[in-house]
């Protein structure tokens, strides 16, 4: 039984650029969240994807945007990329919409932004 | 907005000795969860509390739920070097994290 998968590990990309994000949910899940972690921080919620829509959103512009697709899996685009932007980025999958349900993270993605 | 605090940020401790990290809320939550954040890894669900003064056990880690919704803590007795890592608390329909608590053990 697959958990949480995600790709690229790791992405090194110029300011102003624009990258896209893949994440696998556990299989049997249905829910993904995005998370953004600055190193030394905790994870800062972005959005969840559920039935194919965004469901939920935290406190990030509109660079932030994602995506899910039938099968459940999840993308997340970030467009004109500021140094700022240079964190771990964690999909996590639950099970339903109801934020009671314990999330499962994959091993994230590092981006840098130089 | 909804905003969740630990204290304290690092506690060193010696191998054998307890360690508590304690959760707040800027409002009630209708659960909390916790996780563990290896170096280098990624967090990984511990337990979740529901219900006003929980309290539950994992073998050496007690978890509570303050009977106001509000507050947190997490206790580990007689602390071991597997017990190495950051525990972060996270609350509330988004699952809004704390900055977390960085345990290191000496051993």
């Not at chain 1, 949480?4 to 102003?16: D, E, W």
């Not at chain 1, 004109?80 to 109801?98: K, R």
């Not at chain 2, 905003?3 to 209708?30: K, R």
């Not at chain 2, 990624?42 to 539950?56: A, D, M, N, R, T």
Request: net charge neutral.
């Amino acid at each position: 039984d697959a958990g949480v998968t995600q790709s690229p590990t790791h992405l090194i990309k110029t300011r102003g650029q624009q990258v896209t994000l893949r994440c696998s949910p556990k299989s049997g899940h249905d829910t993904v969240s995005w998370y953004q972690q600055a190193l030394g921080q905790g994870p800062q919620f972005i959005f969840q994807y559920y039935e194919e829509e965004e469901r939920q959103r935290g406190n990030f512009p509109d660079r932030f945007s994602g995506h899910q697709f039938p099968n459940y899996s999840s993308e997340l685009n970030v467009n004109a990329l500021l140094l700022g932007d240079s964190a771990l980025y964690l999909c996590a999958s639950s099970f339903g919409l109801e934020g009671s349900y314990e999330q499962y993270f994959g091993p994230g993605t590092r981006l840098t932004v130089t | 907005g909804q905003q969740v605090m630990q204290i304290p940020q690092y506690q060193h401790v010696q191998e054998g000795e307890d360690f508590t990290t304690y959760c707040n809320s800027s409002t009630t939550l209708s659960n909390i969860q916790w996780y563990k954040q290896r170096p280098g890894g990624h967090p990984v669900f511990l337990i979740q509390l529901v219900k006003s003064g929980e309290v539950k056990k994992q073998k050496r880690l007690t978890f509570q739920f303050g009977e106001a919704k509000k507050n947190s803590s997490l206790h580990i007795t007689a602390t071991q070097t597997t017990d190495v890592g950051t525990y972060f608390c996270a609350g509330g329909g988004k699952l809004i994290f704390g900055q977390g608590t960085e345990l290191s053990v000496k051993p």
